[in-house]
């Protein structure tokens, strides 16, 4: 229970199935916090919530793990100049798999979240499905998910849309039932923002911004470790007038170099391939699947490689996706079924 109104849910759906339900909620960062699900108000909305619905509540400390698992890796990886996703490395290794450690100890059935996704079981497999609602489906961020998980897993909203998600909480009376989504990452001040975050635990590169089809300089950075491939915002137009999008971030060299679209787009996305995961069977090479690299992006029809170096061959074009992001693998004829994931990783 992160104090949401989806875990409210959740919890009081299952309730009303005739579960034995305990609320578990997880203290994850130790600092400042005005965003996010870590906050100390958090913790009292989901304290309050399991008081109205007559559960135990419980609070969870993770706050080592957390810090080893999410935040270290998220400092480091910007400092190599790649862009990672901390919510899914929190869901990979705190949520999905110290806390169902903890249950099992505890001697619970099962471990429910309130992520709008669902699982599905055909011919004995448990499948992670897009939620119902395609504005807030979370099946990316639980791209990770495997077989054994899933068999254990209980997600009670993902048939629904937020709007019943709300309607339902509201019936039941639960403080919760009009609160905002969080949306930003959890240890991250949204008034201060990455750079303050960043420049507090590393120190900034300065670089030289190139051109990549002329060579030509066209601006500096202070801090070349908050440039993302792919990004445009910030990045100044061209003297032709045209946007400019980060095509590399290089930061032992000290450069950074955009073009136009055309000249930065990309035919294949290379994976590491000690992160990939699989939902069940293992795709073979030359499978075609549809790959996702953001939460809410649009997925791109590619083909699997294995080779020295696993990587998706992209059917058309595509923006550069930074490194450290997470590829999400779904199935190219069930597009709302997961089969993997995998973190980019650098050309």
């Not at 009081?12 to 578990?24: D, F, K, N, T």
């Not at 400042?32 to 419980?58: P, T, Y």
């Not at 937020?162 to 930003?184: C, F, I, Y």
């Amino acid at each position: 229970m992160s104090g949401g109104v989806d875990s409210s849910v959740a919890a009081g759906l299952l309730l009303e199935a005739g579960h034995e339900v305990v609320g578990a909620t997880l203290k994850l960062w130790g600092g400042a916090s005005d965003s996010g699900c870590c906050s100390v108000a958090d913790v009292d909305d989901a304290r309050r919530v399991a008081q109205m619905l007559g559960i135990d509540h419980h609070v969870f400390n993770y706050t080592e793990e957390f810090e080893r698992h999410v935040v270290a890796p998220f400092v480091d990886a910007h400092a190599a100049g790649q862009s990672p996703n901390p919510c899914i490395e929190c869901n990979r290794h705190i949520k999905f798999d110290l806390l169902f450690e903890r249950a099992e100890r505890l001697g619970f059935d099962v471990v429910a979240t309130g992520h709008h996704a669902r699982v599905a079981e055909r011919e004995g497999a448990h499948l992670l499905v897009r939620g119902a609602d395609d504005q807030k489906d979370q099946s990316y961020v639980l791209g990770y998910l495997t077989e054994p998980l899933l068999a254990r897993l209980l997600l009670p909203i993902g048939a629904m849309q937020k709007s019943e998600v709300r309607a339902h909480a509201e019936r039941l009376g639960l403080r919760t039932w009009d609160k905002p989504d969080s949306q930003d990452v959890c240890f991250i001040e949204a008034s201060k923002g990455r750079s303050s975050f960043l420049g507090q635990r590393i120190s900034f590169t300065p670089a030289t911004i190139v051109d990549r089809a002329s060579g030509e300089v066209v601006g500096t950075t202070d801090a070349a470790e908050l440039m993302t491939v792919g990004q445009r915002r910030g990045v100044l137009p061209g003297r032709d007038g045209e946007k400019r999008y980060v095509a590399k971030v290089d930061i032992r060299e000290r450069r950074i170099e955009v073009g136009r679209l055309e000249d930065v787009l990309v035919t294949a996305i290379s994976l590491d391939g000690s992160s990939l995961t699989f939902s069940h069977e293992p795709l073979k090479d030359g499978s075609v699947v549809l790959a996702q690299w953001s939460a809410h992006g649009t997925p791109r029809t590619a083909t699997l490689r294995e080779g020295e170096q696993w990587s998706l061959e992209l059917f058309e074009p595509q923006r550069p996706v930074a490194a450290g992001q997470t590829v999400v693998f779904y199935r190219a004829d069930e597009p709302t079924i997961v089969e993997g994931a995998a973190i980019v990783a650098a050309p």
